[in-house]
């Protein structure tokens, strides 16, 4: 599943507005305007740095591994990942 999908089915999930899940990540360190969480989720925006994702995660109930791997499959270039996952 791609980043948005797992971002935007956790938001689903989670019941919250944007706006509440900007102010909770608020309060964890991270300042997230709603419009860039809406292109994140909706893959117009590539996803986060890790420590965001984290936060994300906790803030949606999230298994934070998930959106972590999610994004770090689109981030990394693919063979890079694939020595990764060869040697990890």
Known sequence: MSYAAILSEGIAKADLKLAQ????????????????????????????????????????????????IAAAKETIPGPLYNLIREVG
């Open 21 to 68: 899940i900007c102010r909770r990540l608020h309060k964890k360190g991270f300042s997230m305007h709603t419009s860039v969480l809406s292109k994140m989720k909706n893959g117009k925006m590539p996803p986060g740095k890790d420590a965001l994702n984290i936060a994300l995660a906790e803030v949606l109930g999230l298994e934070p591994k998930e959106l972590r």
